[in-house]
């Protein structure tokens, strides 16, 4: 089966006043569009983030959950999850996101993707939810959904087919990196295996390897 969007989902202003988060506005509430919607170098034209310091930007420019990891929660949480409930910009079906091999390279649309890492879960997250203990269930499931980088602008609508045009050898992928960072030290020398990694992520990697001597 070919992969495709699900939906293109656009953040709206939401008052993010939870327990933990600095007070501000937040883009985390992103709503399905009906159209497509251009892909520029630093995220979506229209949607909404509030905090730039720690969201949006070259690496993060655009935010992918798939569909199938979306309904595990539904049950787990006994309620629906709509499209962009996971602050998504791009939800997918048929596309194996947790295996995808960091620097792999997307055509979806008009757009060529290039897969970068994996989200962090934080408390906007779970205070957008509304479930206290989220992040360290979202850890423990480790469907982190993956951050992808721009390397040609270009439209993206609900139904494009996303197509892999190229995967690195190295084999390295979102829910190794995830887990690497979270639940599997050992995983850690992978990570320096990995082109196309963001150098932060890197360097993290570097000093935990030199920390455990």
Not at 42 to 51: P, Q, Y
């Amino acid at each position: 089966m070919t992969g495709r969007v699900a939906a293109v989902n656009l953040g709206i202003v939401t008052e993010a006043q939870w327990a933990g988060d600095a007070s501000g506005r937040s883009g985390i509430d992103k709503r399905p569009v009906d159209g497509p919607v251009l892909i520029r170098a630093d995220g979506l034209v229209g949607d909404f983030i509030g905090e730039p310091a720690h969201h949006g930007g070259p690496d993060q420019a655009v935010y992918v959950y798939a569909e199938e990891d979306a309904a595990w929660w539904a049950g787990e949480l006994g309620r629906a999850v709509r499209p962009g409930g996971f602050g998504e910009n791009l939800t997918t079906y048929a596309v194996d996101v947790t295996g995808a091999v960091i620097g792999e390279q997307w055509q979806v649309g008009s757009a060529l993707l290039q897969v970068t890492k994996p989200r962090t879960p934080c408390t906007t997250f779970a205070g957008f939810w509304g479930v206290p203990d989220l992040i360290k269930r979202f850890t423990a499931r480790a469907l982190p959904g993956a951050y992808l980088r721009v390397l040609r602008e270009g439209e993206v609508g609900p139904g494009d087919p996303v197509e892999v045009v190229e995967r690195p050898a190295h084999g390295v992928t979102i829910g190794e990196v995830f887990r690497a960072t979270s639940l599997e030290p050992e995983l850690l020398p992978r990570l320096l295996e990995a082109e196309g990694l963001p150098e932060p992520l890197r360097e993290k990697a570097r000093r935990r390897l030199t920390s455990r001597g």
